[in-house]
């Protein structure tokens, strides 16, 4: 018999990216409210979570594509890149820099070298939070 | 940075440079690309030698590297130093000439990963040379035993390669970490890495007055021994011999075996003039001379005899410069120093000739087994000329080097023998008499070496190729060192003053009276050293007549040296060993390991409780506690409790949620919002976590344990509890009492001008600690990539990683 999470469906699409908006939400707002990359990137991860959980594993992994293996070591690099970039500068390693900048319509807007550090944080909690549920939950044995 | 730094550095560029090369130009030899860097160097260096009125001024040439400790790139050439540069670079070229023909340009060769690893070693080694520096000279010094691991293991798919590469690496590096750890005491001493200034700083001082000294002068020894394969640590040197013939040649036997040679030449002029030193390397060389001389009687194997010659010959150039820091004392001793600078040239002239040939040997025939050559001489007559000159010199015959340093290495061991200071006069008639019986075992195995490879029967049934002389190409290296053997025999002062004068000065620099006067020839008159060699000859062919009656004998039935059963059986048991450990510990089960770090936490923190006398109570200032903490932290505490009564394994896991969701309330209330949220966060993915492990966990079962098993993880649980709340005690009380301003203050005032964002928490993660976080984000990837591979592998019972 097959049964229709028709309910369940229905509101992880809604839900689902509504976490998410708000996870990025988190991100950004880090620098100044609560939030950041690590909050953020754990938010991510439940509202994917939630989607392999309402959908079966299979379907989701055929819309999301990554393999979150690879994603780790990206984030690793993001962070450790923006570490090095200070020694360019002749300052130690992960010396962060910010800069205030008025755009057009955004108003004054401060831009940091922090923020691609967090994005590397960001990303690296997402995926060692996907791979290891993802792995056990795929483990059949 | 100077031409000297570039010039050390160059090698490891051309070794970025040679996969490009061997991609790009496949069809050409990599080598014919490779050879331009050492030639170019060796006749830079050419340049600097001190004829026609050019002088060498050595002195330091500074590029600070980490100034802050002391550590500076620093490159200092004097007359050692240069001599060593010269042998790596001219020997480099000449072996990189032989390898192109050596080593065919083949498919399936990787040409590639050779001349990476030779242009490693090379740059290694000029800077183990050049270097001023003690901390330098260890990261070049356990690059060169990296590079010569490597290169041993160049046919890894050989077992024995393999062996020979392991062994060279632990025996070689494990000398390395005790000379850095002499490095370190040298530099407790004197506040300096750099080996001029401790030199001179040990001029100044009594040696005897610093207890440190001994401890430091043993380590570096132990760290040159183990490289400069002295007894017992020689054993890793015939192993080595798997590597390809040019790097036999260039390596182990005229390069890098010699690092620890230069090592102590470097050190003399710091240690020399004490009795320990002098003892040490002069009975540790002679003893590694007579050693390698004997065993390389038994081998069967052209190289394994010419890695045994290697040995001995090492030994009696550590020998000498033992003997010679006697000069310290009576300048008599000088000529034991002239004759070890003397003989490590030739050494590595004639030596390295006859690896060479060895090589051609082994490529033309397919064998290097003496019990199956013989008759080459009409075959490979370029060849055996060469090899002629090699062994003639190499037993010390004249008129070639060979003759002219052995009978200074004669003369230095009877002067010093006679000399009446450090107690010479009790144990130095041995010297004359060790170096004679070992002359004789060199004379010895110089014969066999020679009679069974080119005289006898020519036995084309045992070899696995017809047996034809050697192409041009491979004969050139030999030929050009075979020819410095004739010239350096027939006019040895070419060397007196352009190498051997400067090098002395770098090696005994403070000495009074040195003999400026070099001058080396072959007619002394009929005194001892003649009557010696003479002895050597008639004995040695003598025993080598008769060798015939001796073979069958057990000594000569054991070609491999005893001390490698030690050495196999260290290394098993040191597996065995550590396996066992790591079984007791490991016992798979997550409460144990939670017991380990427990308790010691416990001990830890007890300890310097009661060590500092850190525990204080002092309830001032504190602040009220409202009712809703009072109602949180009793429900907490009630839950926590009631967690070891729950049988079953849903309630136990929402009781720790429960726990979770409370702790975040806390933090809510402790207004910590960045707190709250990420646990909120982590309690949810938890229980994501905990559905899918579900499916997979057993029945909960109840455990029935020994009473004495609760009663001591009841007392590991509360002695936790207590110290943990202690802790909490004591940082408010010392708070007060010893007037600590918190941390904190300070993230306040500055996370808004110096890192530009007003959340603090998160300032803190990305920028003040930002390396802290750095590294936990690398323990997560590191703990999820174990969770795949604990999943993926499948482990079956009774298997093991």
Known sequence: ?141 | MTTLHYLVLAPFIMALLVPFIYKGFRHIHTGWFVLALPLILFIYLLSYLPIGGNTLNPEVMVVPWVPTLGINFAIYLDGLSLLFALLITGIGTLVVLYSIFYIANKKDEPLNNFYVYLMMFMGAMLGVVLSDNLMVIYVFWELTSLASALLIAYWFHKEKSRYGAQKSMLITVTGGFAMLAGFCLLYIITGSFSIQEIIAYFGQIDLTSEVLVIPAMLLILLGAFTKSAQFPFHIWLPDAMEAPTPVSAYLHSATMVKAGIYLVARFTPVFGGLPEWFWIITSFGLLTLIWGSISAVRQTDLKGILAFSTISQLGLIMALFGLGSASFIDNIAEVAIIAAIFHLINHATFKGSLFMVVGIVDHETGTRDIRKLGGLMSIMPITFTISIIGIASMAGLPPFNGFLSKEMFFTGVLDVASLNIFNIQTWGFLFPIVAWIASVFTFVYCMIMFFRTFTGKYQPEKLEKEAHEAPIGLLISPIVLASLVVIFGLFPNLLSYSMIEPALHAVLPYTVGLDNYINIYHWHGLNTELFMTIGVVLFGSLVFINLKRWQESTFFLHERDPLNRLYDGGLDGLVAGSQRVTNVQLTGLLRDYFVYMMVFMLILLGWTFFRYDAMQFNFTNVSEISPYLWIITLVLMATTISIPFIQHRVTSIIAVGVIGFLIALLFVVFRAPDLALTQLLVETVMVVLFLLCFYHLPELRKEKFKPKFRFTNLVISIGMGAIVTLLGFSAHAARHSLNFSPISQYFVENSKPLAGGYNMVNVILVDFRGLDTLLEVLVLGVAALGIVALIKLKMKEGQDV
């Open chain 1, 1 to 141: 018999m097959r049964t229709n999470f028709l309910m369940l469906h229905t509101i992880t699409r809604i839900v689902s990216f509504i976490i998410l908006s708000f996870s990025i939400y988190l991100f950004f707002a880090g620098h100044n409210n609560p939030g950041g990359g690590f909050i953020g990137g754990l938010m991510t991860a439940t509202a994917l979570l939630l989607l392999y959980i309402s959908f079966d594993i299979k379907k989701i992994k055929k819309a999301i594509p990554f393999d979150y293996s690879t994603i780790i070591a990206i984030g690793l690099l993001i962070a450790i890149v923006t570490g090095l970039n200070s020694l360019l500068f002749g300052d130690p390693f992960l010396t962060q820099y910010f800069e205030y900048y008025t755009v057009p319509v955004l108003g004054e807007i401060e831009l940091t070298t922090a923020l691609p550090f967090d994005l590397g944080i960001y990303l690296v909690v997402v995926a060692v939070a996907l791979l290891s549920i993802l792995t056990i939950a795929e483990d059949d044995s």
